[in-house]
Nanobody
Framework: VQLVESGGGSVQAGGSLKLVCQAS????????MGWFRRAPGKEREGVAV???????RYVDSVTGRFTISRDNVGNSVYLQMNNVKPEDTAMYFC????????????????WGQGTQVTVS
């Protein structure tokens, strides 16, 4: 099982980024997917998650700015980040689990290596 994130980078405040997570080695349609982040000196937090039916949850700080979506044909999950802020600077991780743990990061069993997002 492998999750590979891409799309991170440096962006100015108010700009946009789209993160992509490509999954392989699992029956993707049976897995809930999520994006999580860890900022320097902070705990890992759930950012956005999507279940197998497309139901989503967002942390309050990104609601209205970020959108999670999934492609069950391409085995991918996306995080569209709009109007980014300096406090969005973090390493962003993709995670997967068969159960709907919503934003509870410590419940997810499959993790990618992360992609860095820096907002200045």
């Amino acid at each position: 099982v492998q999750l590979v994130e891409s799309g991170g980078g440096s962006v100015q405040a108010g700009g946009s980024l789209k993160l992509v997570c490509q999954a392989s080695g699992l029956r993707y349609v049976d897995f809930c997917m999520g994006w999580f982040r860890r900022a320097p000196g902070k705990e890992r937090e759930g950012v956005a998650v999507i279940d197998t039916d497309g139901e989503t949850r967002y942390v309050d700080s990104v609601t209205g700015r970020f959108t999670i979506s999934r492609d069950n044909v391409g085995n991918s999950v996306y995080l569209q980040m709009n109007n980014v802020k300096p406090e969005d600077t973090a390493m962003y991780f993709c995670a997967a689990d068969p159960r709907w743990w919503q934003l509870k990061a410590n419940r997810y069993h499959v993790w990618g290596q992360g992609t860095q997002v820096t907002v200045s």
